[in-house]
């Protein structure tokens, strides 16, 4: 005859089950919702420099993650199609924020030395390379991949968030055939266009946190 759990057991099992439930709905609910204000953060830069999202309030906004080693970013860089994106973009007014939030000790982790080194080394063209260790930033965003994108409309609302494009391989080759969501989106929103689509699945590295 099977026993029953003892009374104790299941407040175990029940207690588990509570604490896994809480911690899933923190980590779906911890993200950029797109319509909704963008999480405010103030982070240094690979310079020193402070960075406020709120400062930038009235200029669109990209928030571009990034790990120097994961293929599918250096599917971007080491061809320039990703510091071509970054130098026509800026050119038109937009702010470029590359996020780094690899925690010490993890793969893609930059201190202010090495993230200049680097930015010399792909000549990035984004407006700043903000170091993010504490993860803060990334889990604010609910950021999940590197790359993982977001766009950030001239009102402070998250407008785009999701993959740079729709192939989602290492491959450099599938950048030229590929729609891309980013460009798109900014586009979008630079003609007074709803941006179409408004969000999509990321694809790359997990951010390691």
């Known amino acids: 005859m099977r026993m029953s759990r003892s009374p104790l057991r299941a407040t175990v099992a ?6 896994c439930y809480a911690f899933t709905s923190h980590l779906a609910h911890a993200q950029a919702t797109v319509g909704a204000p963008a999480p405010d953060f103030t982070a240094k830069d690979s310079t020193g420099k402070e960075v406020s ?20 970013v250096k599917k971007f860089y080491k061809n320039g199609d990703m510091q071509k994106m970054q130098q026509e973009l800026t050119a038109k007014g937009v702010t470029w924020l590359t996020v780094s939030s690899s925690a010490p000790g993890k793969s893609g982790h930059l201190t202010p030395e090495v993230a200049e080194s680097t930015r010399a080394e792909l000549a990035m063209k984004s407006s700043s390379l903000v170091l993010d ?10 950021a999940r991949t590197t ?23 290492t491959s450099s080759s599938d950048i030229a055939v590929a729609t891309n969501y980013l460009t798109g ?5 630079q003609a ?4 179409d689509p408004a ?3 990321p694809y790359g590295c ?3 946190y």
């Open 53 to 72: 999202l709120q400062s930038l309030k009235g200029k669109i906004v990209v928030l571009e993650w990034f790990n120097p080693g994961c293929p599918f």
């Open 199 to 201: 969000s999509t699945e």
């Open 192 to 195: 007074g266009k709803p941006v």
């Open 14 to 19: 029940s207690f588990i089950a509570t604490i």
């Open 147 to 169: 790359p993982h994108v977001f766009v950030i409309n001239s009102d402070g609302k998250v407008a785009y968030a999701g993959a740079i494009d729709s192939e989602a391989s």
């Open 206 to 208: 997990s951010v390691k």
């Open 133 to 142: 260790e504490s993860g803060s930033i990334g889990k604010a965003y609910g």
């Open 185 to 189: 989106a900014v586009e979008s929103l």
